[in-house]
């Protein structure tokens, strides 16, 4: 089992930064490819954005050139720099961990963007 831990969530102004954090213990693996996705409310989980331990990323469309994300030498911590926040970034954010297709995930950090 693999515990996932997130924090850094909140209410920022549009145009803002926020940084979230995700830290996992347990059977962690230096396979797993760690990431955050996110769900607004009345929509469906997506894609922000993995690394790999390699550090190749995947990161969406929407949050490209604003959204960052980085990792530990670990492969325990995950990083998400979120840079000039739009009101449509406002969503819940969960923290990922998939090794080799069993994924666990994080209970979620709210990010609200007022604007």
């Known amino acids: 089992q693999v515990q996932l831990v997130e924090s850094g969530g909140g209410l920022v102004q549009a145009g803002g930064s926020l940084r979230l954090t995700c830290v996992a213990s347990?059977?962690?693996?230096?396979?797993?490819?760690i990431g955050w996705y996110r769900q607004a409310p009345g929509k469906q989980r997506e894609l922000v954005a993995t690394?790999?331990?390699?550090?190749?990323?995947n990161v969406a469309d929407s949050v490209k050139g604003r959204f960052t994300i980085s990792g530990d030498n670990s492969n325990t911590g995950v990083y998400l720099q979120m840079n000039t926040v739009r009101a449509e970034d406002t969503a819940v954010y969960y923290c990922?961990?998939?090794?080799?297709?069993?994924?666990?995930w994080g209970q979620g950090t709210l990010v609200t963007v007022s604007s």
């Open positions: 990922n961990y998939n090794v080799l297709g069993r994924q666990y």
């Open positions: 347990g059977s962690t693996s230096m396979a797993a490819v």
């Open positions: 690394i790999s331990r390699d550090g190749r990323t």
